[in-house]
């Protein structure tokens, strides 16, 4: 059973900094792109940014030049780091991957989220 496991998230003052990790898990035959979601309360989720095994990065304009996504293929594992952090970015963090599973096949999976809080 594929898991992603998210670890990372907490609470920071504005303009301080936090690094979010995703590790993926279970029987993966291959994984297409990775990324970050996030979600606030009361609103939609939203893309943060993916990075596909390639290395393609895509960005929300909200975050660029402040959050920077990686990747490392051989340990499975997205990284997102995040800078300059502002109130607006407080949310819960999803991990997200879309990949190739031994027994079901191309699918997308989501982790149960991490917190992260942003102080004025």
């Known amino acids: 059973q594929v898991q992603l496991v998210e670890s990372g998230g907490g609470l920071v003052q504005a303009g301080g900094s936090l690094r979010l990790s995703c590790a993926a898990s279970g029987s993966i035959v291959a994984i297409n792109f990775m990324g970050w979601y996030r979600q606030a309360p009361g609103k939609q989720r939203e893309l943060v940014a993916t990075?596909?095994?390639?290395?393609?990065?895509n960005y929300a304009d909200s975050v660029k030049g402040r959050f920077t996504i990686s990747r490392d293929n051989g340990k499975q594992t997205v990284y997102l780091q995040m800078n300059s952090l502002k109130p607006e970015d407080t949310a819960l963090y999803y991990c997200?991957?879309?990949?190739?599973?031994?027994?079901?096949?191309?699918?997308?999976?989501w982790g149960q989220g991490t917190q992260v809080t942003v102080s004025s």
């Open positions: 997200a991957a879309n990949l190739i599973d031994l027994r079901r096949g191309r699918d997308d999976y």
């Open positions: 990075i596909t095994s390639g290395g393609s990065i």
